[in-house]
């Protein structure tokens, strides 16, 4: 069965750390781009960061810039997005998909979803 299912979520302060990870399963992982967004209630959902399929290339959105870093691990089938000084507007239900490439994850051209895990930061 093709499917990704993030785990790692949870309530932190304000000012601390999570680790997220997107476990694949099904599917040639090596030849897929891995993302992560987030959609917070009320709110639309926002590409968060993405790594290439060879973790050459990665891509961050502003707002999680010098905060968030993704890495990927071939062995264990596995994407990681490490959050660090998290904030309360970091607050919402990340999601890993996968697609070609950054571009078209970031464009919203995503083959696969999981089903999301929920971080909730506390002021």
């Known amino acids: 069965e093709v499917q990704l299912v993030e785990s790692g979520g949870g309530l932190v302060q304000a000012g601390g750390s999570l680790r997220l990870s997107c476990a694949a399963s099904?599917?040639?992982?090596?030849?897929?781009?891995i993302g992560w967004f987030r959609q917070a209630p009320g709110k639309e959902r926002e590409g968060v960061s993405c790594?290439?399929?060879?973790?050459?290339?990665?891509y961050y959105a502003d707002s999680v810039k010098g905060r968030f870093t993704i890495s990927r691990d071939s062995a264990k089938n596995t994407v990681y997005l490490q959050m660090n000084s998290l904030k309360p507007e970091d607050t919402a239900v990340y999601y890993c998909?996968?697609?070609?490439?950054?571009?078209?994850?970031?464009?919203?051209?995503?083959?696969?979803w999981g089903l999301g895990t929920l971080v909730a930061i506390s002021s």
């Open positions: 998909a996968t697609g070609p490439n950054i571009r078209a994850i970031i464009a919203g051209m995503v083959e696969i």
């Open positions: 099904g599917f040639t992982f090596d030849a897929y781009a």
């Open positions: 790594i290439s399929n060879s973790g050459a290339s990665t």
